[in-house]
C-alpha cells in the first residue's frame, strides 16, 4: 500500500526530527553521562515511535508492541549468525539430563490447556502411545493414573532419563519404552490415546508419520500433537523444502520442519480422523513479566504453540 501525499510529508518530517536528534546522542555519548544517554536515546526512540505510527496509521500500544516484536524478530536473527548445528538427535542428547529443569514458555502453555484435551480422570486400563515420549513428561502421569504405556523417542538419552524418573516415581511396569525412529515404527496392537507432543515439527515426512500414527489407530482412537506454532515457523521456512529454523538448546541450531494446519487436517481426513479441538497457546502478558520468560517479551499476545485433537471416524 502506497501512502498518501500528507502522509509522506508528516513521515519526512518526523525523519528529519530523528536526523537532527543524531548529533546530540552522539554528544552524549562522547560525554559517557549515563543519564545524557539515557534521555538521548529515549527522545530518539519516541521520534521514531511517531515515524512509525504515522507511516502505519496504528495506535500508540499497537506500534509499541508491533515494534517490540520486530525488535526481538531481529535479535533472534542477529543471534541465529552465531549458532552452530546439531541435528535434532544430538540437541535432544544434550538436552536430556536437564529438559525439565528448563524454562521452556511453550511447554507451559501446552501444560496448562492440556487438561482441556484429554480426560486424566479416566485414563484406567487405557492403551496410551506417546509417540515421542522425551523424558516422560505425559507418559509417567499416565501410567500413575493406572494407563497402560507404549512410549517410543528417537533419542537413548531421552529414554534413559524417562525410565529413571519412571522407577523414581514407581510406574516403571506400567510403560514400554523403545528408541526408535518414529517412522519406523510398527506397532504391535492399535491404542485407545496416541499423544505426540513438540515432535512432528522435527519430521519433515509429515506423510509418513500420519501413516504410522494410523496403523497404531482404532475407530474412536484420540489423536493429541502439540507442535511450535505454524505461524511462529513461517518466517523462516524455505518454500521448497519447508525446512525452517529450530532452536532447543542455547547456542545451537537445528533442523525444523513448516507444516500448515491445513495440512494435518487433509492428512488425517484421507486416513478417515476428523478434527474435534483446536487451540492456539499465546503469549499472555503475564508471563512477559517474569524474569524467567524474558526472552518472550517482544511477541506478547503472540501465538508460540498449537494443540490439535483428532479422532478416527473410519
Wanted: aromatic share 10%.
Amino acid at each position: 500500500m502506497v501512502i498518501d501525499k500528507k502522509t509522506f510529508l508528516e513521515t519526512k518530517e518526523k525523519l528529519e526530527s530523528i536526523k537532527r536528534s543524531i548529533p546530540y546522542l552522539e554528544k552524549a555519548i562522547k560525554s559517557k553521562s549515563k543519564k545524557q544517554i539515557e534521555n538521548s536515546v529515549g527522545f530518539l526512540s519516541w521520534n521514531l515511535l511517531r515515524l512509525y505510527k504515522n507511516a502505519t496509521d496504528k495506535g500508540t500500544t499497537e506500534a509499541i508492541q508491533d515494534l517490540m516484536n520486530k525488535l526481538w524478530w531481529f535479535r533472534n536473527q542477529k543471534n541465529e549468525e552465531k549458532r552452530e548445528y546439531r541435528t535434532a538427535k544430538q540437541q535432544y542428547s544434550q538436552w536430556a539430563k536437564k529438559y525439565d529443569e528448563t524454562n521452556n514458555l511453550l511447554i507451559v502453555l501446552e501444560e496448562k490447556e492440556i487438561k482441556d484435551f484429554i480426560d486424566f480422570k479416566n485414563l484406567k486400563n487405557k492403551n496410551i502411545l506417546d509417540f515421542g515420549c522425551g523424558t516422560g513428561r505425559y507418559s509417567i502421569p499416565f501410567a500413575k493414573r493406572g494407563a497402560n504405556v507404549m512410549a517410543i523417542d528417537l533419542t537413548p538419552a531421552m529414554i534413559r532419563r524417562a525410565k529413571e524418573k519412571a522407577k523414581q516415581e514407581k510406574v516403571l511396569e506400567k510403560i514400554k519404552f523403545k528408541q526408535s525412529d518414529l517412522l519406523k515404527y510398527v506397532p504391535e496392537k492399535k491404542f485407545d490415546l496416541i499423544i505426540s507432543m513438540l515432535v512432528q515439527d522435527h519430521i519433515k515426512n509429515l506423510t509418513k508419520s500420519v501413516e504410522v500414527i494410523d496403523k497404531a489407530s482404532k475407530i474412536g482412537t484420540e489423536i493429541i500433537i502439540s507442535n511450535v506454532h505454524p505461524e511462529a515457523l513461517r518466517k523462516d521456512v524455505d518454500k521448497k523444502t519447508g525446512q525452517a529454523q529450530g532452536y532447543l538448546v542455547e547456542g545451537y541450531k537445528t533442523e525444523q520442519y513448516w507444516h500448515s494446519i491445513g495440512e494435518y487436517i487433509k492428512l488425517f481426513r484421507e486416513k478417515g480422523f476428523f478434527l474435534t479441538q483446536i487451540k492456539d497457546l499465546i503469549v499472555e502478558e503475564k508471563y512477559t513479566k517474569m524474569e524467567k520468560y524474558k526472552s518472550f517479551r517482544g511477541i506478547k499476545d503472540k501465538a508460540i504453540g498449537i494443540i490439535m485433537r483428532f479422532e478416527k471416524i473410519k
